[in-house]
């Protein structure tokens, strides 16, 4: 599982971090999202170096040549690019919530997940309980997620089948 910035930085405001362990065993993220976080310097970098410590948490290169095709074939960021080029050498899925992201992903037939879809995975496997990450999801659009109320409701609706 490669993961990229964003669900890194609100799983961790959310303290759910710990969720991609749970359900991943590992996960990879990119060298570029890593020099990111680097320059926040705040919880968010103390728990993926502490996960980091504990050998869940790897950091990769990716290959420099696909990232710039990715680059010139997108108006994504350079995180995101180097994201899809690891998981595409590795056949492996991306964590991304950026819309056009997960489109860039998807086009080269990589499986695309948002922390939502993360979410909503550990509640049918009952990693947490469904009222617990119900109300993750509500925190994630409190903390600022974008979330358009349509696909609020469709993922409300989805995962209001998870509930036992």
Do not use: C
């Not at 695309?112 to 469904?130: D, F, H, N, T, W």
Request: no cysteine; proline share 1%.
């Amino acid at each position: 599982m490669i993961v990229n910035t964003s669900p890194i930085i609100y799983a961790s405001r959310l303290g759910i971090l710990w969720i991609f362990k749970k359900l991943y065993g590992k996960i990879i993220i990119s060298k570029t999202v890593y020099n990111e976080l680097k320059r926040k310097k705040d919880v968010v970098l103390r728990l993926v170096e502490k996960g980091m410590e504990e050998g869940w948490i790897m950091v990769q290169e990716g290959n420099k040549d696909l990232m710039d095709e990715i680059l010139s074939l997108s108006d994504i960021h350079k995180g995101e690019a180097e994201t899809i080029a690891i998981a595409l050498e590795r056949n492996d899925t991306v964590v991304i919530d950026e819309r056009a992201a997960t489109r860039m992903a998807r086009a080269y037939g990589i499986k695309s997940v948002g922390l939502i879809g993360v979410i909503a995975e550990a509640m049918k496997e009952e990693a947490i309980p469904y009222k617990e990450g119900v109300k993750y999801v509500e925190e994630l659009i409190e903390k600022g997620f974008r979330l358009s109320y349509r696909d609020y409701k469709r993922i409300m609706k989805e995962i209001e089948g998870l509930e036992l």
